[in-house]
């Protein structure tokens, strides 16, 4: 366990989801909740707290804003849910003023030294926003971005391929959203091409993509929202960046120059306590480098309309 404090905003079905994943993974020391709906937050420190005999991992405690001073890791997740009759872009707007609100509070708590990591969608647009206007120095804000949907398609490739998803290596990069770009070139089985995997098919690997794609949708018709997997995506990208892995992962940063200047968006990243270390440019084929150039276009529009209402 590292001796890390870890906050978490917002405590509901992801935040909580996030902090049992946290729990088991014993990822740091000391684990603070903060929701507007305190009793909420409290509820579900006081759950966790009832599972350490055997969890071991994490002291958990429910607290306001001022809780997360000291912290290493700043885990937003705090967000609004779509009303039936709202567009895409009214949730973004109300979601835009809520996470510069909780921008306000995490200034003024002191929670400066930590890294912050953005799991409220429209994920890749609050990183942006976070790493321009909270202040902290840019590469210390990281969004989960498309390591979900990357554990998605690892697991939905070894379901249809009949493959154990852990051996599988396979990259989602661009936005998380509609314009994620699955780097199909890259990916491997066992260190070798995928294409060469035992059981392979063209089309058994499209029908992963397109799950892959849809699988946010489908969760939300099924269930209301995403939980275990994100939660568990939360902790693979907040172990990396309190153990300082080498591995690069898929998260949302800020790029600043050349074709993905102005938007944030994942590309393969190492991570650290500092934050950012290292975006690296993985191989691409020409398809799928112009369709990442397509998706930074998508954001930068959306980012560009955001910014003009600050
Ligand atoms: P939820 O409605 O269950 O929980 C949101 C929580 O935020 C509520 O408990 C609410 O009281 C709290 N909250 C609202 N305003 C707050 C504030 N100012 N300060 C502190 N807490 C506040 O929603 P859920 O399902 O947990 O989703 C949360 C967000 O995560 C959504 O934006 C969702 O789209 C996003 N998400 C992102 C994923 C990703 O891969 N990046 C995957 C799945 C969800």
């Not at 001796?3 to 405590?11: M, P, Q, R």
């Not at 998803?165 to 089985?189: F, K, N, T």
């Not at 480098?289 to 955001?306: F, G, N, Q, W, Y």
């Amino acid at each position: 366990m590292t001796g890390a404090k870890v906050t978490i905003v917002g405590a509901g079905r992801v935040g909580a989801s996030a902090a049992y994943a946290l729990q088991l993974g014993s990822t740091c020391r000391e684990l603070v909740l903060v929701d507007v709906a305190s009793d909420l937050a409290r509820g579900e420190a006081m759950d966790l707290m009832h599972g350490r005999a055997i969890a071991g991992g994490p002291c958990i405690a429910a607290g306001d804003y001022d809780a997360a001073r000291g912290s290493d890791l700043v885990i937003v997740t705090a967000g609004l849910r779509r009303r039936p009759d709202e567009s895409r872009l009214e949730l973004i707007e109300r979601n835009v003023t809520l996470f510069r609100t909780i921008i306000r509070e995490l200034k003024e708590a002191g929670a400066g030294d930590a890294v912050l990591l953005v799991v409220t969608n429209p994920v890749d647009v609050l990183t942006y926003l976070a790493a321009v206007e909270l202040g902290w120095p840019r590469e210390r804000t990281i969004g989960l971005g498309t390591a979900l949907d990357t554990l998605r398609f690892r697991s939905l490739l070894g379901e249809r391929l009949g493959l154990d998803p852990a051996r599988i290596d396979a990259l989602i990069i661009g936005e998380h959203g509609d314009s994620m770009v699955p780097l199909l070139s890259a990916a491997r089985y066992e260190g070798r091409p995928l294409a060469s995997a035992p059981g392979y098919s063209e089309q058994a690997v499209r029908e992963a993509v397109e799950a892959t794609r849809r699988a946010g949708a489908e969760v939300l018709r099924l269930k209301g929202g995403a939980g275990y997997a994100v939660g568990l995506a939360v902790r693979e990208v907040s172990a990396a960046i309190l153990n300082e892995a080498p591995a690069a992962l898929p998260v949302s940063t800020v790029h600043d120059a050349g074709e993905l200047a102005g938007v944030a968006l994942s590309l393969p990243t190492r991570v650290g306590r500092r934050g950012v270390k290292e975006v690296v440019r993985p191989q691409m084929a020409e398809g799928e480098h112009r369709a990442l150039i397509d998706s930074a276009e998508v954001l930068r529009k959306t980012i560009a309309r955001v910014m003009a209402s600050a």
